[in-house]
């Protein structure tokens, strides 16, 4: 039997039921006062290296004040099934690490917050580093605390699978994708006759499809941080950490640590690993392959751990990725010319000094060698969208090039260009050890985050063409029956089409009550205007034809800031809804500048917020390739790393 958490001890299990599953928590994952990472209902698979933190809080105000000074004496042990449990210095062979101690503040709910009183709470604190389970089983853990007080984690190490399934997985993921959008693009960008699609999405064509829930471990709504590092580690996390639990100090480096797949892929066996987004490269989904700090913002930190791995801590073998692409130059050069860098680095010359190639435009990516290490950055932060480098191309007009030159940046590569040289690159180079490869659509979310549907279709549209040139790809090389390829999302947001718009109608209509009278429901939905009229420049691809018809889509999301809409195509670049008029004023309106004409529409969200926000939807995930059998029907996203670590057969039973 797996146990919950159980507080035994007298004050902590009086109040244990006060502070659990509230919204604003004490530290997530740690309702009683010893907190124990991994947490209860860890897995693991089995030789993967984690760190141990333990906790015990003395709360000296608040609620949950029960009066004792912080415990400097906690124990901890560790028993596997039924064994007799061992001190944990034991039970891995380690040295007593030294007590650490600090302090933080919470607030309780939102009363104490607008009182501005914080709640004080004293904590003790130990961790012990890089240890791994090599024998399967239920593994029970139990930190002694507060003379009397327990807590209990059960650790489960899933099953040995050591054999080897497939030689490459390429993962993509469409940041913030859900089946409502992939609905829509294929609405857009296919055409009907009577009902029936005349061609479809590459994503509809894979023989396997499953979902995977998202939530956090102490939220039910997740970012990308803590998704990528559910997917990656098979472990749940918290908002905004990568690759660790978060603990309640104040270093966000600290945090005890769980290997990712790319880690333990390149440990065990050499693999190459690819890495590949239309984000700043150091934004949360491709961060979480390698860094392991609790606060995603720490991009100079992730900037030197996709190079050096983890220097803080002995850690994991790492020789850094064969490829790195994506946008967020800012990054990676130093503050002479206005970048933000760890130390202070120029990380061009940092890659470069350790054998990278470097290309910074599309020309130079198509003509790099497939021979070599290649770091490939192509704008200053994200990348540019679709629709601007393919329909709307003045908007490449801005000070976008990851020179640091102040010029544009005219010649990005799109997602598919830059997978298809990445899988050149790592099937040249990995030879028998096989490639990592995970690409990233990551403008989807932000797109849909500033309700700039056309924008979030079009990078979806991107995403789907890049899986089809990428199904061909490895079909040309011979390589179709040891790739697994998956395309699956970190979460969603609640989008999706409820009809069509009069745009002409809804122009010609003064008052705003009145403009709602051009959405047609229904029968008056119509048919899709996007593919069958108009100017015919995409109608070999899988884009639209026209992205302005005039009966465009009755589209939107569940919870926005004040905006006001159009459900038009915005030609002038990607949407900024809304924003605050008295800066730092935390009260968000609609952007003045946004939506002419359109229909204004109040928001639901918190007034702090300018943007749309993730929601609770289950996403979906598409396998084809070997074990793709295995990615079939409902589980959670800690499966996908499970999934992958098994058919890369990467556990170990022994060090
Ligand atoms: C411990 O578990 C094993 C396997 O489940 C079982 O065979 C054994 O009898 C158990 N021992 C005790 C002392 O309960
Ligand atoms: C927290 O710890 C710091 C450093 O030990 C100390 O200076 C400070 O007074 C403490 N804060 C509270 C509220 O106890
Ligand atoms: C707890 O103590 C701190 C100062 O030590 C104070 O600022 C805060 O308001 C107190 N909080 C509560 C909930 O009493
Ligand atoms: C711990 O609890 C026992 C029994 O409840 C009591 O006799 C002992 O004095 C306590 N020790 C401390 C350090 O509080
Ligand atoms: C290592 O930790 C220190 C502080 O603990 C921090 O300042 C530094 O940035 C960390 N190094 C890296 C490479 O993240
Ligand atoms: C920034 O990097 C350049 C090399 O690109 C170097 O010449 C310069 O000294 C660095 N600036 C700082 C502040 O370190
Ligand atoms: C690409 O970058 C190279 C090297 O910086 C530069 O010489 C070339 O002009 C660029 N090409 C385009 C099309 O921007
Ligand atoms: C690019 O933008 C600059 C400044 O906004 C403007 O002067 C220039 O005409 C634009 N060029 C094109 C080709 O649109
Ligand atoms: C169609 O698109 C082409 C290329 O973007 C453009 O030159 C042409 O003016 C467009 N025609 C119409 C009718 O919009
Ligand atoms: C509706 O939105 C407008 C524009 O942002 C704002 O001025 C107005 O206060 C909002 N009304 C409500 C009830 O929030
Ligand atoms: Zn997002």
């Not at 599953?21 to 897995?43: H, I, N, S």
């Not at 944990?88 to 101690?101: H, I």
């Not at 392991?292 to 790492?318: C, P």
């Not at 109040?602 to 793709?628: I, K, M, R, W």
């Amino acid at each position: 039997m797996r146990c919950s958490i159980q507080s035994i001890g007298l004050a902590a299990a009086l109040l244990a039921s006060a502070v659990s599953a509230q919204t604003f928590q004490r530290l997530g994952t740690c309702p009683t006062l010893g907190c124990v990472f991994p947490p209860d209902q860890a897995d693991f698979l089995a030789g993967q290296y984690f760190d141990i933190r333990l906790e015990v809080h003395a709360p000296k105000n608040g609620s949950e004040a029960i009066g004792l000074p912080p415990d400097e004496k906690f124990t901890f042990t560790i028993a596997r099934g039924n064994e007799t449990a061992k001190p944990v210095t034991e039970f891995f062979k380690l040295e007593e690490p030294k007590l650490e101690k600090w302090n933080f503040t919470w607030y309780e709910d939102l009363f104490a917050k607008d009182a501005k009183q914080p709640s004080v709470v004293d904590v003790t604190s130990k961790a012990y580093r890089r240890v791994a389970l090599y024998e399967p089983g239920e593994y029970t853990a139990t930190l002694s605390y507060n003379n009397g007080s327990t807590t209990t984690a059960t650790w489960l190490v899933r099953d040995l699978v050591e054999e080897r399934k497939a030689k490459n997985i390429i993962f993509f993921i469409g940041d913030g994708m859900t089946t409502n959008m992939i609905t829509a693009a294929r609405l857009i960008g296919h055409k009907t006759i009577n009902g029936k699609y005349q061609s479809l999405m590459q994503l509809d064509k894979f023989p396997v499809l499953g979902h995977q829930m998202t939530h956090s471990i102490d939220s039910f709504i997740t970012d990308s941080a803590n998704s990528a590092s559910a997917l990656y580690t098979g472990h749940k996390s918290s908002v905004n950490a990568l690759g660790v639990y978060a603990d309640s100090s104040k270093n966000p480096f600290d945090d005890p640590k769980v290997e990712t797949i790319a880690e333990i892929f390149h440990r065990l066996t050499g693999g190459l690993v690819g890495i590949v987004s239309t984000a700043f490269i150091a934004d949360a989904t491709p961060a979480a392959l390698t860094a392991h700090t609790r606060d995603r913002n720490q991009y100079g930190h992730v900037v030197d751990t996709f190079l050096n791995g983890i220097t803080n801590y002995t850690w994991t073998k790492w020789d850094g990725p064969d490829v790195l692409f994506g946008g967020g130059a800012e990054q990676f050069y130093n503050s002479t010319l206005g970048g933000k860098t760890y130390q202070d680095k120029d990380y061009y010359e940092e890659f470069a000094k350790k054998g990278y190639k470097i290309v910074l435009n599309n020309t130079q990516l198509q003509a790099a060698s497939s021979n070599e290490k290649t770091l490939g950055i192509f704008s200053t932060s994200v990348m540019s969208k679709w629709l601007d480098r393919n329909v709307y191309k003045v908007n490449l007009n801005q000070t976008l090039s990851p020179t640091g030159d102040k010029t544009a940046a005219l010649d990005q590569p799109g997602l598919k260009e830059m997978t298809l040289k990445a899988i050149d690159i790592l099937h040249n180079r990995a030879g028998d050890k096989g490639f990592f490869l995970m690409s990233e659509a990551a403008s989807i979310d932000k797109m849909m985050h500033v309700l700039d549907y056309d924008r979030a279709l079009g990078e979806l549209l991107e995403l789907d063409d890049t899986v089809k040139a990428t199904v061909k790809k490895i079909q040309d090389l011979g390589c179709e029956k040891e790739t697994l390829i998956l395309v699956s999302s970190d979460h969603g947001h609640g989008f999706d089409v409820m009809g069509s718009v009069d745009t002409k109608y809804f122009a010609a209509q003064k008052e705003d009550r009145k403009k709602r009278n051009a959405v047609g429901v229904y029968q008056n939905s119509g048919l899709s205007q996007y593919t069958n009229t108009g100017n015919l420049t995409y109608t070999d691809s899988n884009f639209p034809s026209n992205w302005s018809p005039r009966y465009t889509l009755f589209q939107g999301l569940m919870a926005d800031p004040d905006r006001r809409e159009t459900w038009s195509v915005h030609k002038d670049g990607p949407r900024k809804p809304a924003a605050e008029l008295v800066k730092d004023s935390g009260d968000v309106y609609v952007n003045p500048k946004d939506g002419q004409g359109g229909l204004l529409l109040n928001g639901t969200l918190p007034l702090s917020d300018e943007q749309g926000v993730h929601s609770l939807t289950d996403v979906a995930v598409f396998a084809q390739g070997p074990c793709q059998e295995t990615f079939g029907g409902v589980y959670n996203s800690i499966d996908i790393f499970f999934k992958m670590a098994e058919c890369f057969g990467l556990a170990r039973g022994k060090a």
